[in-house]
């Protein structure tokens, strides 16, 4: 005992003789042994130890497979779309508040142009793009700032709202 080896990246590992490594598979079990019913302790005093059913208290796939199709997260979100008109790499849009939701009860958590996130690959590669939102107390007001766009484009987007 004691010795040890060290490999290339200076990790330590436990090093053992002939003798060593027999005398510690001394103490192993064979492949492959049985040992008696009587000789296993600490077992339960009947088989199976009490009566149950997996299938009762899990779900099946099929009814995971259900419930995960009608559900919905929890929480009161809703949609607007419009089309941002841009000139010269700036511009912007109006959109409607979705029914029951105006300034005072929501919040917006996502805003997407041509139905994909907001990215300088959704404006032709332009480095950068600027969005500003201002929740009004009929409307929502985007303007997009997309330096280096060319002189006109429309684009389609999105606002998803969430009440709070």
């Known amino acids: 005992m ?10 330590r590992f436990d090093a053992y003789d ?9 103490r192993k079990s064979d492949t ?11 077992k339960p005093t009947t088989f199976p130890p009490s ?6 208290r899990y779900y099946t796939e099929s009814e995971v497979n ?8 929890k929480g009161d979100f809703a949609v607007t779309t419009g089309t941002i008109a841009l ?6 849009a109006t959109l409607t508040y979705p029914s029951g ?10 805003i997407g142009v041509a139905f994909k996130l907001a990215s300088a690959y959704n404006f032709g590669g332009v ?16 303007t997009v700032f997309a330096p280096g766009m060319g002189p006109t484009a429309t684009r389609n987007c999105k606002i998803v709202l969430m009440k709070i």
């Open 87 to 92: 000139t010269n790499g700036s511009g912007g």
């Open 101 to 110: 939701f105006n300034s005072s009860n929501c919040v917006i958590i996502s």
């Open 51 to 56: 009566t149950h059913n997996h299938d009762d």
């Open 32 to 42: 492959g042994h049985t040992h008696a019913y009587s000789a296993i302790t600490g």
């Open 18 to 26: 002939q003798i060593e490594i027999d005398e510690r598979l001394e």
């Open 2 to 11: 004691g010795k040890y080896v060290f490999s290339e990246d200076g990790s």
């Open 127 to 142: 480095d950068e793009v600027q969005f500003n939102t201002t929740l009004g107390s009929s409307n929502i007001s985007l």
């Open 66 to 73: 259900t419930k995960l199709a009608n559900y919905k997260i």
